[in-house]
């Protein structure tokens, strides 16, 4: 049972450049969830997307933006890089049928260093 | 808006001692509770999860109770071994909805 797979693992970019990630959820869930995990610090949520559409998004400009495919895969794309998009960047997968507040499986992670 | 506020780490412990991290949270209703645990190089695992207050939720010998009253979820453990080494996350989801609202994170090292 495939868990979430998130790709590349590492990524370096520098200032100004786009970038895009991927993501695939857990087998069987349906809904995914992209957060941002600078150094020290907790995870924050910048959106989640079900059925090909953006249902919530957190505090984040419109830089990052996303796109969810009909096998349920996932991307976040963030353009005009800046020095403080550098950090962990977190997929999740859950199920949306069975409810809310269902635990999230997360991927390992994608590290963005911007130069 | 909801917030959760963790103590502040590194947590620093022999194995076999007792841990307690700290975990306060402010929301609207009730929210469900998670904690989270990252080891070094990977994302997140959940570790356990309460859903309602008074509830205990448990796993691999670590416990955490929803306490209403005093809004917390403080993670306990009754005997660390170095293998619990790691940075523990609180969070917590509101109603209807699944996106994770995290505290800053505790670093818990353990030495033999």
């Known amino acids: 049972d495939a868990g979430v797979t998130q790709s590349p693992t590492h990524l370096i970019k520098t200032r100004g450049q786009q970038v895009t990630l991927r993501c695939s959820p857990k087998s069987g869930h349906d809904t995914v969830s992209w957060y941002q995990q600078a150094l020290g610090q907790g995870p924050q949520f910048i959106f989640q997307y079900y059925e090909e559409e953006e249902r919530q998004r957190g505090n984040f400009p419109d830089r990052f933006s996303g796109h969810q495919f009909p096998n349920y895969s996932s991307e976040l794309n963030v353009n005009a890089l800046l020095l403080g998009d550098s950090a962990l960047y977190l997929c999740?997968?859950?199920?949306?049928?069975?409810?809310?507040?269902?635990?999230?499986?997360f991927g390992d992670g994608t590290r963005l260093s911007i130069l | 808006g909801d917030s959760v506020t963790q103590m502040e780490g590194p947590v620093t412990l022999s194995e076999e001692a007792f841990l307690t991290i700290n975990c306060t949270y402010t929301?609207?209703?009730?929210?469900?509770l998670f904690w989270y645990v990252q080891y070094p190089g990977e994302g997140l695992q959940l570790l356990l999860k309460a859903t309602k207050a008074d509830d205990k939720g448990s796993n691999k010998g670590f416990e955490a109770t929803y306490r209403k009253e005093t809004t917390s979820f403080h993670l306990e453990k009754g005997s660390v071994q170095v293998s619990d080494s790691a940075v523990y996350f609180c969070a917590l989801s509101g109603l209807n909805t699944d996106k994770l609202i995290f505290g800053t994170g505790t670093r818990l090292q353990v030495f033999p």
């Open positions: 929301a609207t209703g009730y929210p469900s």
């Open positions: 999740a997968s859950s199920l949306a049928a069975a409810g809310g507040n269902q635990p999230q499986h």
